[in-house]
């Protein structure tokens, strides 16, 4: 009988437990060996692997926010900028519906449609990357274009980008196959002049002809926690094909290349058509082209990989006190928030409110302005508002913010 127990075998290879080493039985009798198990374990890894290949987010069509829904989403967050959260849904919309059915279409390759964001500071391009990826619930991760060299330099790897999306997906690789990456500085990459490079430039073309690959959608090979490859570290492959990018810049002085385009394309013509002449600013960017594009200095190939386009306009006054009012963060909303808190309510005149305005406009840096001038406003307030006891109202008149008055306190 004891015999007869040292002699099990597998019951999945046949293989006897003296070569097996270790069983495990279940309860009917049956017994399996590590090496079975291992091969039960990659069996069932290809079979997810597989059932992942469609990265069906969504159930079924009908579940994919239409464009109309995710510009709803976006207005709650982002003032005007209307074309440009228009051309951002439909390239979204059509991204995810060209995941759930690229299993399905035998005839037609369809392509993703990266996303190139163009406008001054503080417009609210990276606002529209976050609450984008906020409505649909995916993995986002934003990095800095700025920061990136060539392999072997110092500097960060572009696969790095990668690892952020991972690390934000909680490194659940299907997922991340199926996030948003939000490039911002990408103009801060552009080559050095639109002539090819005789020199290394490891920051500038170099870090572009390093995106190629990953925006197009490729199998790139990343270390799980960041940092630079060594050839004993584990990596990880994550399939880009899926993964949207949208990069923003500001592209200061592009507008200057539009308009001299434009101007030598009008030579010659004897009427001049005045709606082409008023053209400037921020307005220019709505007519850019490839072309101009080259000639700021991103090189052809990075070009045909962003061809989705929108342009962000600067914002006016309207938009920056509609930003300190409307959104869901809304400076003031913020603000109010925080004195409830304490128990107060705090109350902006309408002349404080435009006083605050034009304290933003002369910053320039649009919406960020804004920010600015309302914390020097409130940086000394908010110091003292906590020591005063049985306040219930604080009140900011257009003195506070022009002439640093002490505001209204109502007990």
């Keep these: 009988m004891a015999k007869q127990q040292l002699q099990k075998n597998c019951s999945f290879c046949g293989r006897p437990q003296n070569e097996t080493g270790m069983l495990i039985a279940s309860p009917t009798g049956a017994n399996i060996c590590s090496r079975c198990i291992d091969q039960a374990q990659e069996i069932v890894n290809e079979g997810n692997e597989k059932s992942k290949s469609g990265l069906a987010l969504f159930s079924s069509l009908t ?24 051309a951002v849904s439909v390239a979204v919309y059509n991204h995810y519906k060209r995941i759930m059915v690229q299993d399905d279409v035998d ?13 001054p500071t503080g417009t609210g391009k990276t606002l529209l990357a976050k609450a984008l990826a906020k409505f649909l619930d995916v993995p986002f991760a934003i990095a800095d274009a700025t920061v990136l060299t060539e392999a072997g330099y110092v500097g960060e790897d572009v696969e790095n980008i990668l690892v952020r999306l991972l690390q934000s997906a909680d490194y659940d ?19 050095r002049s639109a002539n090819a490079s005789i020199t290394r430039d490891v920051s500038g073309e170099g870090v572009q002809q390093a995106l190629l690959k990953i925006l197009e959608g490729t199998v790139a ?10 050839p004993e570290q584990p990596l990880v492959s994550i399939n880009t094909q899926n993964i949207l990018f949208i990069v923003g810049g500001a592209f200061e002085g592009i507008e200057e290349i539009i308009a ?37 200095g991103l090189i052809p190939e990075i070009i045909g ?16 006190r509609a930003i300190l009012l409307e959104p869901r963060n809304a400076l003031v909303k913020q603000y109010r928030k925080m004195f409830d808190l304490e128990g107060v309510e705090l109350v902006f ?15 320039g840096t649009g919406a ?23 306040l219930k109202k604080c009140i900011i008149s257009k003195n506070v913010v022009t002439e640093k008055a002490d505001p209204i306190f109502e007990y």
Excluded: C, W
Excluded at 221 to 230: A, D, N
Excluded at 278 to 284: N, V, Y
Excluded at 368 to 389: G, N, T
């Design 305 to 320: 990989r962003l061809p989705v386009i929108a342009a962000l306009e600067e914002l006016t006054r309207e938009a920056l």
């Design 173 to 191: 690789i299907a997922a991340t196959e199926a996030g948003i990456i939000y490039v911002d500085e990408i103009d801060k990459i552009s080559r």
């Design 260 to 296: 001299r385009r434009r101007k030598k394309t009008l030579l010659g013509f004897s009427k001049f058509d005045e709606e082409e002449s008023r053209l400037k600013g921020a307005e220019l960017l709505q007519v850019v082209e490839p072309e101009d594009l080259l000639q700021y």
């Design 349 to 363: 005149e309408d002349d404080a409110l435009e006083a605050i305005i034009d304290a933003a406009q002369k910053y």
């Design 368 to 390: 960020r302005a804004l920010r600015r001038s309302v914390e020097k406003v409130m940086l000394d307030i908010m110091f003292e508002v906590p020591d005063h006891k049985n």
């Design 107 to 119: 005839d037609v390759d369809l392509e993703k449609s990266n996303i190139l964001l163009m406008g």
């Design 63 to 86: 579940e994919i926010p239409k464009p109309g829904e995710i510009k709803q989403h976006l207005d709650t967050y982002v003032i005007g900028q209307e074309q440009a959260k228009r």
């Design 221 to 230: 090979q990343v270390p799980p926690k960041g940092g630079r490859k060594h």
